[in-house]
């Protein structure tokens, strides 16, 4: 085993385990102004949160939220919040600083998807957009190679690029071969939607669908 390829199964492992995901969930995070932390006002602020998330993940149609069996689901919003907090900021009103409040609710992605495909949103009845947008938030799984990575500060920008990334759910690495590390990546939506996400990252696309069998897509680190 060459030192690249020793350091490389031992070390990026690691570092997709430690890697944090806290930037994955944007999709599932509503914020909604508020005037107070009272526990009443909290229950109205995390429907109006849902309501974002069920908009969003059906494509921007507001008039999804008219429907009977959509409006009983937010009105449970507080069975899908995963966490939520309070945020400040400062606004000039008239010339006069203003502190507005809002709380940022974070919800279950595995739950909301769930409560979305249940709803029937994408189903028979519903329109084109909404059904595609449901299918891009149903749950899959591919295997990359990411060649390019010599040392553990490429290895870091990697895990670093999947991180962020808010359609990567998990990233494990599966084999080091070379200079490179295969690995299993469940993301949200189709795999090409992941490669046009990849395009402003430290990751470049080198074959969207390479002949190896078992590999969906070869990637590389961009050099620095």
């Known amino acids: 085993m060459n030192p690249a390829t020793a350091l490389l199964r031992f070390a990026f492992p690691a570092l997709l385990a430690l890697a944090p995901l806290a930037h994955a969930q944007s999709l599932y995070t509503g914020q909604v102004p508020v005037n107070s932390q009272s526990d009443a006002e909290r229950g109205e602020a995390l429907k109006s949160a849902l309501a974002q998330v069920v908009v969003k993940l059906t494509g921007g149609d507001n008039a999804v939220l008219a429907r009977p069996n959509v409006a009983d689901a937010i009105a449970n919003a507080a069975n899908y919040v995963q966490q939520y907090q309070y945020a400040q900021e400062v606004a000039t009103v008239d010339g006069k600083p203003q502190v507005r409040l809002s709380l940022v609710a974070q919800f279950d992605r595995m739950a909301v998807d769930k409560l979305v495909v249940d709803l029937g949103l994408g189903q028979a009845g519903a329109s084109p957009q909404v059904a595609q947008a449901v299918a891009d938030t149903r749950a899959q799984t591919f295997h990359v190679r990411i060649g390019g990575l010599t040392s553990a500060i490429d290895y870091a920008r990697a895990v670093g690029a999947l991180a962020?990334?808010?359609?990567?759910?998990?990233?494990?690495?599966?084999?080091?071969?070379?200079?490179?590390?295969?690995?299993?990546?469940?993301?949200?939506?189709?795999?090409?939607?992941?490669?046009?996400?990849?395009?402003?990252?430290?990751?470049?696309?080198?074959?969207?669908?390479?002949?190896?069998?078992?590999?969906?897509a070869l990637l590389s680190l961009r050099p620095q």
Do not use: F, H, M, Y
């Not at 990334?165 to 590390?181: F, I, T």
């Not at 090409?192 to 669908?209: E, H």
């Open 164 to 216: 962020r990334n808010e359609l990567v759910r998990s990233a494990q690495a599966e084999r080091a071969r070379g200079d490179g590390v295969e690995v299993r990546l469940d993301i949200t939506g189709p795999l090409p939607r992941l490669l046009d996400s990849l395009a402003a990252s430290p990751l470049q696309i080198d074959n969207a669908k390479p002949p190896v069998e078992g590999i969906d």
